[in-house]
């Protein structure tokens, strides 16, 4: 009985060691976001552009190589109009790494685009879910309220993008328009 385990002790080895090189890598990622965000709280108006799409590119990274390509074929479809293709690519992302928020931000997206309002909330809330900070999902989402004629859960939504990118001009239109509307601070 220990004879047949024995062939599987090298390959448990090799596991724990990628393992243990992928975690601090994973560490020193996540603290370089905390970093960022940080960053992006106290920025000038000029920064916060740069600051974000430095965050957006580190959620785009999964760690694994074949992930990443998946993703960047969705987000290639996406941007090319052709919704199914990408919807289909981040679903394979979603299935292969289905605690990688930025394919379900991506494919939300891509629902979005389809017209299907349901799915595209719902990968909403997935994102969210692994990553509450993710203020593409956000703006996302807010959008989606104010759509569906729910001003103010969007403007509470937008507070919360605000929160994390005080500079952000698409959400310091939005609150000042929802605002308005609500009958709150006038221009």
Same mark, same amino acid.
């Given at each position: 009985m220990g004879a047949s385990i024995l062939p599987f002790k090298p390959v448990l080895a090799a596991l724990a060691i990628s393992v243990a090189a992928? #975690?601090?890598v994973q560490a020193?990622?996540?603290?370089?976001?905390? =970093?960022?965000f940080e960053d992006l709280r106290t920025a000038d108006p000029e920064q916060t552009s740069e600051i974000a799409s430095g965050i957006r590119e580190a959620w785009s990274r999964s760690g694994s190589a074949t992930v990443d390509l998946l993703l960047e074929r969705g987000r290639e479809a996406l941007g090319n109009g052709d919704g199914r293709t990408a919807i289909e690519h981040l679903t394979a992302v979603i299935d292969h790494a289905p605690d990688f928020a930025e394919a379900y931000a991506l494919r939300a997206n891509?629902?979005? #685009?389809?017209?299907l309002t349901g799915p595209a909330i719902e990968d909403l =809330?997935?994102?969210l879910a692994l990553e509450p900070r993710h203020f593409g999902a956000l703006q996302g989402f807010a959008v989606l309220l104010e759509?569906?004629?729910?001003?103010?859960d969007?403007?509470?939504?937008?507070?919360?993008?605000l929160a994390l990118m005080p500079h952000d001009p698409q959400a310091n239109e939005a609150a000042q328009r929802?605002?308005?509307?609500?009958?709150?601070?006038?221009l």
């Open positions: 992928v #975690l601090p020193q990622e996540a603290d370089r976001v905390a =970093r960022l891509a629902y979005y #685009l389809a017209g =809330r997935a994102t759509e569906m004629g729910r001003p103010e969007a403007r509470e939504i937008w507070d919360r993008v929802l605002d308005i509307m609500l009958g709150g601070r006038t």
